[in-house]
């Protein structure tokens, strides 16, 4: 069913106007307005904004009725239907660039202009839609904070928006009808040109693409941003590639804020260190106290058998020899403890894991005798050479350690033992296993048990074995926590075996 319009009349004839006039009353439309003049044509539309315009070439004064067609087109958007008598191609070429809905030779039959109306009509209301959902894209690709930008099929820009204006330094009306590459320039993590982006790479192969590793972009006045981007083709109605749409963002602040966390951790990490070996201080001065007090009675000693009657000074030197091993042993334990408890940067070197496992249990064994906690060992028996960072290795066998202690302490059973075991699983790797028989983990909180600052403590800060399974994973190896039968739990960590 036809849709009633309003349009406007632009002839220069006036029998014609009137015959135009009854045919549109017939076919169910009104009319907005009649004029004869291009100048007051384009005037009348502005004041009457009818839905259509019927415009005759031909007009009287000084302005045609394709150049004020040009002007309604441009200044309204209302469509315009020519109706002339002239068809010369010349003609047909001027009215072709004021963009026309429709061309209608006089004289014409009800039936031709109804459907010439009802076309223009329709095409008018899709080009609306059309421009409407072009704002509407336009408007939120312009309010959010990535940068996009599109290119057509040989890559000229047609559309940038304020987010990738202020990072590559273009305003937009310099930006488009220019190359991307000319306003987009970017280099590779060492800083070399890219061979190839991900916009040339949709382009060519018709597929999504993504930067692989970091990229910089630098502007027009050679400020750098490091940025993430990725890009789409623009598929055609055939199939083809039209374009293709660029979209990046800055990672500045993510990676600040990366290397923030980054330098909180590590601290978290040494806090927990330094936590741990507050709660051994106690065993720390005793096992330093026993070389100490070895050291003073062999000192003794040997006074004693270089003075007086009976001086033997080969006892004497036994005892001074003693004194100096007694004296060395303090110093290893003590220099042990500093190189846990100090900020120590990653050194991976080439370790036995065993020997590793052995010097922790020297400083926690006291301890847990202490605490009446039997400590059982099943290390095998050949070394188990692995490459990794001595603190931080050093650093999970004590809070792994402390955890057990914590709930065999927490627990009312008899059984009050922890279980150190090392060996090599049938894949190769190296595996190390610390048991106890405390609490155990509930159920309910085993998922969680990981998370950081997640703590089932009164007074712990829930980031001991957050840190142990980062540590044990950036050494290419897993951390796994099982419930142990009867009761306890088992803490399980495989690393790499050295290669040889």
């Given at each position: 069913?036809?849709?009633?319009?309003?349009?406007?009349?632009?002839?220069?004839?006036?029998?014609?106007?009137?015959?135009?006039?009854?045919?549109?009353?017939?076919?169910?439309?009104?009319?907005?307005?009649?004029?004869?003049?291009?100048?007051?044509?384009?005037?009348l539309a502005i004041s009457t904004q009818p839905d259509l315009v019927l415009m005759d070439i031909r007009l009287e004064g000084e302005v045609d009725g394709i150049d004020a067609a040009k002007q309604i087109r441009i200044r309204c958007r209302i469509p315009v239907v020519f109706l002339t008598a002239y068809a010369d191609d010349e003609t047909v070429r001027r009215a072709s660039q004021a963009?026309?809905?429709?061309?209608?030779?006089?004289?014409?039959?009800?039936?031709?202009?109804?459907?010439?109306?009802?076309?223009?009509?329709?095409?008018?209301?899709?080009?609306?839609?059309?421009?409407?959902?072009?704002?509407?894209?336009?408007?939120?690709?312009?309010?959010?904070?990535?940068?996009?930008?599109?290119?057509?099929?040989?890559?000229?820009?047609?559309?940038?928006?304020?987010?990738?204006?202020?990072?590559?330094?273009?305003?937009?009306?310099?930006?488009?009808?220019?190359?991307?590459?000319?306003?987009?320039?970017?280099?590779?993590?060492?800083?070399?040109?890219?061979?190839?982006?991900?916009?040339?790479?949709?382009?060519?192969?018709?597929?999504?693409?993504?930067?692989?590793?970091?990229?910089?972009?630098?502007?027009?006045?050679?400020?750098?941003?490091?940025?993430?981007?990725?890009?789409?083709?623009?598929?055609?109605?055939?199939?083809?590639?039209?374009?293709?749409?660029?979209?990046?963002?800055?990672?500045?602040?993510?990676?600040?804020?990366?290397?923030?966390?980054?330098?909180?951790?590590?601290?978290?990490?040494?806090?927990?260190?330094?936590?741990?070996?507050?709660?051994?201080?106690?065993?720390?001065?005793?096992?330093?106290?026993?070389?100490?007090?070895?050291?003073?009675?062999?000192?003794?000693?040997?006074?004693?058998?270089?003075?007086?009657?009976?001086?033997?000074?080969?006892?004497?030197?036994?005892?001074?020899?003693?004194?100096?091993?007694?004296?060395?042993?303090?110093?290893?334990?003590?220099?042990?403890?500093?190189?846990?408890?100090?900020?120590?940067?990653?050194?991976?070197?080439?370790?036995?894991?065993?020997?590793?496992?052995?010097?922790?249990?020297?400083?926690?064994?006291?301890?847990?005798?202490?605490?009446?906690?039997?400590?059982?060992?099943?290390?095998?028996?050949?070394?188990?050479?692995?490459?990794?960072?001595?603190?931080?290795?050093?650093?999970?066998?004590?809070?792994?350690?402390?955890?057990?202690?914590?709930?065999?302490?927490?627990?009312?059973?008899?059984?009050?033992?922890?279980?150190?075991?090392?060996?090599?699983?049938?894949?190769?790797?190296?595996?190390?296993?610390?048991?106890?028989?405390?609490?155990?983990?509930?159920?309910?909180?085993?998922?969680?048990?990981?998370?950081?600052?997640?703590?089932?403590?009164?007074?712990?800060?829930?980031?001991?074995?957050?840190?142990?399974?980062?540590?044990?994973?950036?050494?290419?190896?897993?951390?796994?926590?099982?419930?142990?039968?009867?009761?306890?739990?088992?803490?399980?960590?495989?690393?790499?075996?050295?290669?040889?």
């Amino acid at each position: 069913m036809m849709t009633p319009a309003r349009i406007m009349i632009v002839e220069d004839d006036r029998i014609v106007a009137r015959d135009i006039r009854e045919q549109l009353a017939r076919t169910g439309h009104s009319v907005s307005g009649i004029t004869s003049r291009g100048e007051a044509a384009v005037e009348l539309a502005i004041s009457t904004q009818p839905d259509l315009v019927l415009m005759d070439i031909r007009l009287e004064g000084e302005v045609d009725g394709i150049d004020a067609a040009k002007q309604i087109r441009i200044r309204c958007r209302i469509p315009v239907v020519f109706l002339t008598a002239y068809a010369d191609d010349e003609t047909v070429r001027r009215a072709s660039q004021a963009e026309p809905f429709g061309y209608l030779l006089k004289p014409f039959e009800d039936l031709q202009l109804r459907t010439v109306i009802e076309m223009a009509l329709y095409k008018h209301s899709a080009e609306r839609k059309l421009r409407e959902s072009e704002r509407r894209y336009e408007a939120t690709l312009s309010s959010i904070g990535d940068g996009v930008i599109a290119t057509d099929d040989r890559g000229r820009v047609t559309f940038i928006n304020p987010a990738a204006e202020a990072m590559t330094g273009w305003a937009s009306d310099d930006a488009i009808g220019m190359s991307l590459a000319s306003i987009y320039r970017v280099m590779d993590a060492n800083r070399r040109p890219m061979q190839q982006t991900s916009m040339a790479r949709a382009l060519v192969s018709s597929v999504s693409c993504k930067s692989a590793d970091q990229v910089i972009l630098i502007s027009r006045n050679g400020q750098e941003f490091p940025i993430d981007e990725k890009c789409a083709p623009i598929i055609g109605d055939a199939g083809v590639v039209s374009g293709a749409v660029l979209v990046f963002s800055d990672t500045s602040d993510r990676r600040k804020a990366a290397n923030t966390l980054q330098a909180v951790q590590a601290n978290l990490a040494r806090m927990s260190r330094v936590t741990t070996m507050g709660q051994l201080t106690a065993s720390i001065a005793h096992e330093v106290n026993q070389p100490l007090m070895a050291v003073v009675m062999n000192a003794e000693a040997c006074l004693k058998w270089m003075d007086g009657a009976h001086k033997d000074l080969d006892e004497a030197r036994a005892a001074a020899l003693r004194a100096i091993s007694e004296g060395h042993r303090a110093a290893k334990i003590i220099e042990r403890i500093r190189a846990i408890a100090r900020n120590t940067p990653v050194a991976f070197e080439t370790l036995d894991l065993n020997e590793l496992i052995e010097g922790i249990l020297a400083v926690v064994r006291l301890e847990f005798r202490h605490q009446d906690i039997a400590v059982e060992i099943d290390l095998q028996p050949t070394p188990l050479p692995v490459v990794g960072d001595r603190i931080q290795l050093q650093q999970v066998m004590l809070n792994l350690l402390s955890n057990a202690a914590d709930a065999i302490n927490a627990s009312d059973g008899r059984d009050r033992r922890a279980i150190v075991k090392s060996g090599r699983e049938p894949s190769g790797e190296v595996r190390v296993t610390v048991e106890d028989s405390g609490i155990g983990i509930a159920p309910e909180v085993a998922s969680q048990i990981f998370d950081p600052f997640f703590t089932t403590k009164q007074s712990g800060i829930g980031m001991g074995l957050s840190i142990c399974r980062a540590i044990i994973e950036g050494h290419g190896g897993e951390l796994r926590v099982t419930p142990r039968v009867p009761q306890g739990t088992r803490c399980l960590f495989s690393l790499p075996a050295l290669q040889a």
